[in-house]
């Protein structure tokens, strides 16, 4: 009997050991430094090439440095990796420069300080997003009151974001787009508001939905794929929407633990 809770304890043990050993993953969720005007809300473009945005992101760059990462992912297509490499060689301080992307300036910025030798990409484009659909079903529904959310959503966010950008620096814009609000009102979209669209027989809302979900799960699941043992830090940088959405998975996966910019900032 003493040997068997013996036993038992020592699984525990063992048990509690492992999950001890979290692996940290930055997350740093980002609005599009070069705006090219895809998303729904259209929102006015945050210039990133001043002297001073160009300070925050020496500094910012220096905190990611410190931090670590032993793997950087960013928002580029999975099966164009080749592309990326050869992008990732160039002249450095020539791109940095002259494109304004947040691959760019944030993510090769960093990894040429850590000495990295490559940025993996992890974007997952085989997916729909049917949003005209979307609001088509809703007004077939005579889901009026919806259709007048979506579209208060939709202005509420262009207007916050447009005032933001001129009221606050680039670091307060990215640790005001990491925020537990930004995060839940991101997800909050999808559930509250199109996951409703459409008659009872139509379910273009939640098929809009669970695109969203499966092109996310995808991107996790090649952050869970490329993530080796040996690496204890990874850092991924992608748009809000996306970062939204890996808080959600990561919670439940005893693999990571979620490190804050703004904790980082503040060492």
Do not use: C
Not at 1 to 7: E, F, N, T
Not at 15 to 31: D, E, H, M, P
Not at 123 to 142: C, I, R, V, W
């Amino acid at each position: 009997m003493q040997k068997i809770i013996l036993l038992l304890v020592l699984l525990t043990l063992t048990a509690v050991s492992g999950q001890s050993k979290k692996k940290q993953i930055l997350i740093i969720g980002t609005f599009h430094f070069e705006n090219p005007g895809l998303d729904i809300a259209k929102v006015k473009t945050f210039n990133v090439m001043t002297d001073k945005s160009q300070k925050e992101l020496e500094n910012i760059t220096n905190k990611i440095k410190d931090f670590g990462p032993d793997k950087i992912f960013v928002e580029w297509s999975f099966d164009r990796q080749n592309k990326l490499d050869k992008f990732y060689a160039k002249n450095t301080d020539s791109l940095l420069h002259k494109d304004a992307d947040e691959i760019v300036q944030l993510a090769l910025r960093s990894a040429k300080k850590l000495g990295h030798k490559k940025l993996y990409g992890i974007d997952y484009n085989e997916t729909n997003f049917p949003y005209d659909s979307l609001t088509k079903g809703m007004k077939e529904a005579n889901q009026l009151d919806l259709l007048k959310t979506n579209l208060e959503t939709m202005a509420y966010y262009e207007n916050s974001f447009n005032e933001k950008i001129t009221k606050y620096s680039l670091t307060e814009l990215l640790v005001d787009t990491n925020t537990k609000k930004s995060s839940t009102d991101n997800v909050s979209w999808y559930l509250a508001t199109a996951n409703r669209g459409g008659k009872t027989d139509n379910f273009v809302g939640a098929y809009l939905v669970s695109e969203w979900y499966r092109r996310n799960l995808y991107m996790y699941s090649l952050i869970q794929k490329l993530t080796e043992s040996k690496d204890d830090k990874v850092m991924l940088l992608l748009g809000a929407g996306h970062t939204a959405m890996l808080r959600e998975f990561i919670k439940y996966d005893p693999t990571f633990e979620i490190v804050e910019l703004e904790t980082i900032l503040k060492k």
